[in-house]
């Protein structure tokens, strides 16, 4: 009978937090819900438009815009995105 | 070690205490040396962690100083590895040899020097992969969105051909000393052959090359992207018979790669991608300045040069990255 092969653990054994999305509002009237542009060509014109979606319904929008789509969001607009805003909507786009 | 996810879908070299703690040995630094914090999922990792993924891609010890400078390269904001990971392109890290290592470790800067057939070329690249992907948590339909992808994500490793070249190194044009071993990674897809067979003057391949090379990404592109041109021997030859050397020939090419915007706006031609209404009239490089690489590299015979397209450069995107390679 063979031994058993131990082979060594080639990844970072790091479990990921587990965070919950928090529950969703159960109207827009009077939030403020972020909007993040990627900095991808054309993603102003899909915001531009939910932007005027949710105004007439009541919450009110504030913009925000990664440096560059190639790169995660900086810390610094992270935290602007969550100490400012109710939800936040990000948009892909081409 | 396939069912957990920890193989590029080639077959792994199973990572054994004997087999890693001989790969350390291929290096002076310390195994719980953190090397870089590794994208995308952020974490520390460790020359051992880094031993493991060699062992696995196949690696000797002797590669491993390849292997963990070329990760000190790409995982800097500069070259941006979670960006180029994540996109939709169809890139990744090509790394390019410089210095006395290559030819130490046996890697290949000759015949069939982009495809396979070598060890040191084939496992380096793969290993560095292996740990964006263990290490990092960078796998295919997870972060890693490319559409197509390339050669270039499963490795892509190669030495320039400095002993038969007559010119200075790639690293030398990156501010290393010939004697300093070095990486350079720049972010590209796979490489795309040019073909000229009848050019017997320096003028006439050099005006070859710059058509090829305005092609390259898309026809399109002027500025953004970067490009890496891997000239063969019996085409440098045009150029070193001529007496051109490296700045002569990156001045007569620079000359030719040009774009005039007219005829790449968009709608130009009946096709909608291109350049808004407002770059007009102008001429533009087609590469910005230091955006094109050239080394030196392939057999003996033929009359190809390679071209590897680049990827959203500069800051907005990945910057070409070179770090010694310490033992």
């Known amino acids: 009978m063979t031994e058993p092969l131990t082979v060594l653990d080639p990844t970072a054994e790091a479990t990921p937090g587990q965070r919950s999305l928090n529950p969703r509002p159960p109207g827009l009237d009077g939030l403020t819900i972020g909007l993040l542009d990627i900095s991808k060509p054309r993603g102003d014109v899909f915001l531009d438009r939910l932007e005027e979606q949710l105004t007439t319904q009541g919450a009110m929008v504030r913009r925000y815009a990664k440096p560059t789509f190639t790169k995660p969001a900086p810390v610094d607009l992270r935290h602007e995105i969550a100490t400012q805003c109710d939800a936040v909507i990000e948009a892909l786009a081409d | ?30 195994g719980d040396e953190v090397v870089a914090l590794m994208p995308p999922n952020l974490v520390d990792c460790t020359v051992e962690k880094v031993a493991v993924n060699s062992v696995m891609a196949g690696c000797l010890p002797e590669y491993l100083p390849v292997v963990l400078a070329s990760l000190e390269a790409i995982c800097t904001d500069d070259f941006n590895m979670h960006g180029v990971l994540a996109t939709t392109m169809g890139v990744g890290p090509v790394l390019v040899v410089n210095g006395p290592i290559a030819t130490r470790i046996g890697m290949n800067s000759g015949v069939n020097v982009l495809g396979h057939g070598n060890r040191a070329n084939a496992t380096i ?48 044009d990156r501010g290393f000393d010939r004697s300093q071993d070095v990486v350079t990674a720049f972010c590209g897809e796979g490489p795309r052959i040019l073909v000229d067979q009848k050019s017997r003057s320096a003028e006439s391949l050099v005006r070859m090359l710059a058509e090829g090379l305005l092609a390259s990404v898309s026809p399109r592109t002027v500025m953004g992207m970067d490009g890496l041109l891997v000239l063969s021997p019996e085409h440098m030859a045009r150029f070193g018979d001529a007496g051109w050397d490296r700045p002569r020939f990156m001045e007569e090419i620079g000359k030719l790669l040009v774009v005039e915007t007219d005829g790449i706006l968009a709608g130009a031609g009946g096709i909608e991608e291109g350049l808004p209404e407002g770059l007009s009239g102008l001429t533009l490089p087609k590469f910005r300045p230091g955006g094109l690489l050239v080394v030196h590299a392939g057999g003996p015979a033929g009359l190809f040069s390679a071209i590897i397209g680049g990827w959203l450069n500069g800051p907005m995107g990945s910057e070409p990255t070179s770090r010694e390679i310490i033992r």
């Open chain 2, 1 to 30: 070690m396939y069912d957990r996810g920890w193989s590029d879908g080639l077959p792994l070299v199973p990572p054994t205490r004997e087999r890693v703690l001989r790969m350390l040995e291929g290096t002076s630094r310390s």
């Open chain 2, 125 to 172: 690249g793969r290993a560095v992969q292996l740990v964006v992907r263990n290490v990092g948590g960078g796998a295919p339909g997870g972060v890693d969105r490319a559409t197509h992808g390339s050669m270039s994500k499963l490795g892509f490793c190669f030495a320039e051909d400095e002993a038969g070249s007559p010119w200075t190194t790639l690293a030398e």
